[in-house]
Nanobody, 128 residues
Framework: RVQLAESGGGSVQPGGSLTLACAAS????????MAWFRQVPGKGRDEVAI?????????????FLNDTMKGRFSISRDNGKNMVYLQMNSLTPEDTAVYYC????????????????WGQGTQVVVSS
């Protein structure tokens, strides 16, 4: 069964940090393009990824991080554990959202339509 399971969400104070994890099963995270998206309260899920991490033709990896998150967020992967992570620092109330992990077994990209496998999401609340 193909499945992505996010974890690590919770409540944190402004300025705090969280690391979200995405465990992949039935899909090889080392060869798939893995991305994070979010859905803030009252809005639909963002169509543009927070960031993605995907393989290149020469066996390396390419990654993208949304400019609005650079300096605060980072994406990493552990191929041995088939997991992808989203490290979030200096969180603000505007980062309150449900965070989704997604995988593409085809091409990488920043748009949600590139991704054919989605997790259920994990809630992050940033509040004092």
């Amino acid at each position: 069964r193909v499945q992505l399971a996010e974890s690590g969400g919770g409540s944190v104070q402004p300025g705090g940090s969280l690391t979200l994890a995405c465990a992949a099963s039935g899909v090889d995270a080392s060869t798939a393009c893995m991305a994070w998206f979010r859905q803030v309260p009252g809005k639909g899920r963002d169509e543009v990824a927070i960031g993605y991490f995907g393989p290149t033709e020469n066996g390396g990896y390419n990654w993208f991080l949304n400019d609005t998150m650079k300096g605060r967020f980072s994406i990493s992967r552990d191929n041995g554990k088939n997991m992808v992570y989203l490290q979030m620092n200096s969180l603000t109330p505007e980062d309150t959202a449900v965070y989704y992990c997604a995988a593409s077994t085809d091409n990488c990209g920043i748009r949600d339509y590139r991704y054919n496998i989605w997790g259920q999401g994990t809630q992050v609340v940033v509040s004092s």
